[in-house]
């Protein structure tokens, strides 16, 4: 199971940081990604890390204001949002990749790659 925490109303330019926090052993065996979802519209990939934390990539939207990052020892995944724009408002969501392997780096971009989502947590950004 995925929880995310950490959203909440935050100004343009501001600085937000979720945190996603997995239960059970096998955390460290799969990448981990953050999606995601505004009112009306699908849901879109933000960014993913490898089973390690040594390969990351980021959306092009986010790229350079977004970093992920993990804690295999806390089970955890994080995302620092900065520069926040209100475009930036949605449900953030975490996930498994579940075609992760050890034999790669790879990280993957596409919601159906993806399960075990968390519930999600709100990310408001006032203009």
């Known amino acids: 199971q995925l929880a995310e925490s950490g959203g909440g109303l935050v100004q343009a330019g501001g600085s937000v940081r979720l945190s996603c926090t997995a239960s059970g052993r096998t955390f460290s065996t799969y990448n981990m990604g953050w999606f995601r979802q505004a009112p009306g519209k699908e849901r879109e990939f933000v960014a993913a890390?490898?089973?390690?934390?040594?390969?990351?990539y980021c959306a092009d939207a986010v790229k350079g204001r977004f970093t992920i990052s993990r804690d295999n020892a806390e089970n955890t995944v994080s995302l620092q949002m900065n520069s926040l724009k209100p475009e930036d408002t949605a449900v953030y969501y975490c996930?498994?990749?579940?075609?992760?392997?050890?034999?790669?780096?790879?990280?993957?971009?596409?919601?159906?790659?993806?399960?075990?989502w968390g519930q999600g947590t709100q990310v408001t950004v006032s203009s």
């Open positions: 890390i490898s089973w390690s934390g040594g390969n990351t």
């Open positions: 996930a498994a990749d579940l075609y992760s392997s050890s034999r790669t780096e790879a990280v993957r971009n596409t919601t159906v790659s993806y399960g075990y």
